[in-house]
């Protein structure tokens, strides 16, 4: 879609009945806001934050958005998040390049209680003792595999 801006992009895309929208890169409150519109009315939603973890992505939302409005955005936020996909870029065994370590976490009853509740601190106990079906976490495996300084690092 052609455009003046980058803002008029985003307020006009539902305009175009899309099936899917990419944002490339989330770097202040209005382009969250339209984020969570998105995926509000029922469109998939993909877009890229500037965060090393899942929680670091999950604070770095959070603190786009003033203290009064943070009880809806938790609420919203439990009930639109589908998944976090974080990745780093670790040494490859013997120090020659690198390889993406990669942690998902999926959204369940379990994680959308935590972010209602803005428990998100404890994402991160529950991201220690993974159920299969919720999340791969990568900062054990960031942690195992730089002490052991191997790749590939294999999730469970």
């Given amino acids: 879609m052609d455009t003046e801006n980058w803002m008029a992009a985003l307020k006009n895309t539902l305009r175009q009945a899309p099936d899917v929208i990419l944002i490339g ?11 969570i519109a998105f995926a509000e009315t029922g469109h998939l939603c993909m877009a890229t934050l500037h965060a090393n973890s899942t929680n670091q992505a999950l604070d770095r939302i959070i603190n786009f958005f003033p203290e ?5 955005l938790l609420t919203d936020l439990s009930l639109n998040l589908q998944a976090f996909i ?12 690198r390889v993406a370590a990669v942690e998902v976490l999926l959204n369940s009853p379990l994680i959308s209680e935590l972010i209602h509740n803005g428990n998100i601190h404890e994402i991160k106990e529950v991201m220690k003792n993974p159920l299969p079906w919720v999340c791969r976490p990568s900062t054990n495996t960031f942690t195992n595999c730089m002490k052991k300084a191997r790749f590939p690092c294999r999730m469970p």
């Fill in 25 to 35: 890169e989330i770097r202040d409150r209005e382009t969250m806001d339209y984020a």
């Fill in 68 to 72: 009064e409005r943070r009880e809806q």
């Fill in 86 to 97: 974080s990745q780093r870029l670790v040494p490859r065994d013997g120090g020659k390049g």
